[in-house]
């Protein structure tokens, strides 16, 4: 069983549309909980990170983590076609190395 | 801006044939970061620098395959007699020296094929 799991898609939705991108976790040891953003045949973006429970807000994206479940959460409201890529998740314990999941391929048609 | 430059993006090669990619940051950091990306999976965690020690190696990291980081700065990745295997996106991530939680900042990669 894989650390982090991370369905992998491809997710299909219409502009405007809300996005709910997850991952869920094993290991409860993790404290620091991340979205990267990756366009094709590019480097991860970092999008947002959250410490440990709760809720962090960043325009039309919102970051969620519930470390009861060990399950992580990205929204992106009023999604837009630029909006397409690959969603990974990553995370790790204080500064340790980061483990990412697979990534969700997202695609907004207009 | 990535803040951090890889070369060559893209390097095609037969297989049993030496690679070396390179990785320079823009700016100092004493922590640089080495993972792999295969096509359809998320990057996996290869080996990392504070300043030139490497701290850690993954045991995806064979015998073949040997990174260094000189002078605490630059950093290259070479890996000899290349395997179809191999063939992957291979990414550099600095640290930031007053990171508290650890995030990376990914360089936009440089792209193996082994023919």
């Known amino acids: 069983q894989k650390e982090v799991e991370q369905d992998p898609g491809p997710l299909s939705v219409p502009e405007g549309a809300i996005v709910s991108l997850n991952c869920t976790y094993s290991?409860?040891?993790?404290?620091?909980f991340m979205w990267y953003r990756q366009y094709s045949r590019k480097g991860p973006e970092l999008l947002m990170y959250t410490y440990s429970s709760g809720n962090k807000e960043d325009g039309r994206f919102t970051a969620q983590v519930d470390k009861s479940s060990k399950y992580i959460s990205l929204f992106i409201r009023d999604s837009q076609p630029s909006d397409s890529a690959t969603y990974l998740c990553?995370?790790?314990?204080?500064?340790?190395?980061?483990?990412f999941g697979t990534g969700t391929r997202l695609q907004v048609f207009p | 801006d990535t803040g951090v430059s890889q070369n060559p993006r893209h390097k095609i090669t037969k297989r049993g044939q030496n690679v070396t990619f390179r990785c320079d940051p823009i700016s100092e950091h004493n922590r640089l970061y080495w993972y792999r990306q295969t096509l359809g999976q998320g990057p996996e965690f290869l080996t990392y620098f504070q300043n030139e020690a490497q701290l850690e190696k993954s045991r995806l990291l064979s015998d073949r395959f040997s990174a260094e980081r000189p002078k605490g700065s630059f950093s290259t990745l070479e890996i000899q007699r290349t395997e179809q295997g191999d063939s992957a996106m291979y990414l550099c991530?600095?640290?930031?020296?007053?990171?508290?939680?650890?995030?990376?900042?990914f360089g936009e990669g440089s792209r193996l094929t082994v023919l």
């Open positions: 990553a995370m790790n314990k204080n500064t340790d190395k980061l483990i």
């Open positions: 991530a600095p640290q930031d020296r007053g990171s508290a939680t650890g995030e990376l900042f």
């Open positions: 290991n409860s040891a993790f404290q620091y």
